[in-house]
Nanobody, 123 residues
Framework: QVRLVESGGGLVQVGGSLRLSCAAP????????MGWFRQAPGKDREFVAI????????YYADSVKGRFTIVRDNAKNTVYLQMNSLKSEDTGLYYC????????????????WGQGTQVTVSS
């Protein structure tokens, strides 16, 4: 079973930046697409970004397009989410997940999840 570990969350002011990391210690996921999701208090978990297994294809939710960038380093078994120009509505618990079922933004198509890392954007 793949174990994913997210890190890099924290408290940041509006307009600031954070870089989240998602690592898979001891395992390889180089043949899996990878996605980031987030969940705000009282809301459903929502799609943020996805990157193909090779890293040459990405897709973003409209709410983060132009501000967030997803990249991966397969040699390090790590996926990153660079978040710039953060807004208060970006606050939430951010999860990474493996997408073995084919390119998708649907939560149900993702197989293994990390425990999440908290991002809080204060105004």
């Amino acid at each position: 079973q793949v174990r994913l570990v997210e890190s890099g969350g924290g408290l940041v002011q509006v307009g600031g930046s954070l870089r989240l990391s998602c690592a898979a210690p001891g395992r390889t996921y180089s043949t899996s697409h990878m996605g980031w999701f987030r969940q705000a208090p009282g809301k459903d978990r929502e799609f943020v970004a996805i990157i193909s297994w090779s890293g040459d294809r990405t897709y973003y939710a409209d709410s983060v397009k132009g501000r967030f960038t997803i990249v991966r380093d397969n040699a390090k078994n790590t996926v990153y989410l660079q978040m710039n120009s953060l807004k208060s509505e970006d606050t939430g618990l951010y999860y990474c997940a493996t997408n073995l079922g084919g390119w998708s933004t649907e939560l149900r198509r993702y197989d293994y999840w990390g425990q999440g890392t908290q991002v809080t954007v204060s105004s």
